[in-house]
């Protein structure tokens, strides 16, 4: 089995920035020579997270939006003391840090609007990396 790896560096604009990285990620596959396999797209940090969604402003925004509802800030979270992004954590655990995709004939596999994004759940705007692993023959 041949394993490749590479990471995607990018800034983000803070609190609930999406950045679509899709492109990244089919060029690393393509790049890798691996043929048939998986590839791993991972976030090390605690408050970023990958998820696949249609690339559509109202659908973004409504992905926001339920963000926001389902854990808002500023709710009396024992973090807070220590850092104001206690909300920020919790969306990153409910979302997950990482996916992983099937690679057939060299090419990633992803449904027709399924777009794979970083999404940015600090307070603040950030420099981040994705670690982008591909495993197969």
């Known amino acids: 089995m041949k394993v490749h790896a590479e990471e995607l560096r990018f800034s983000t604009g803070g609190e609930i920035d999406l950045v679509d ?20 797209v991972f976030v090390p940090g605690a408050t970023g997270a990958i998820v696949t969604i249609e690339h559509e402003s109202g659908l973004l925004e409504d992905f926001k939006r339920a963000l926001r509802e389902l854990i808002p800030k500023g709710k009396g979270y024992l973090h807070d003391r220590i850092d104001d ?4 954590h919790l969306r990153a655990t409910l979302l997950g840090a990482s ?3 099937p690679v057939v004939d060299g090419r990633l596999v ?19 990396r994705v670690v982008v692993q591909v495993m197969g023959e």
Do not use: M, Y
């Open 99 to 101: 996916e992983c995709f």
């Open 21 to 40: 990285i899709t492109h990244g990620i089919e060029r690393i596959v393509r790049e890798s020579g691996i043929k048939n396999g998986q590839v791993l």
């Open 85 to 88: 992004n206690a909300h920020s």
């Open 110 to 128: 992803r449904g027709t609007w399924q777009q794979i994004f970083f999404v940015e759940l600090d307070v603040r705007p950030r420099h981040r």
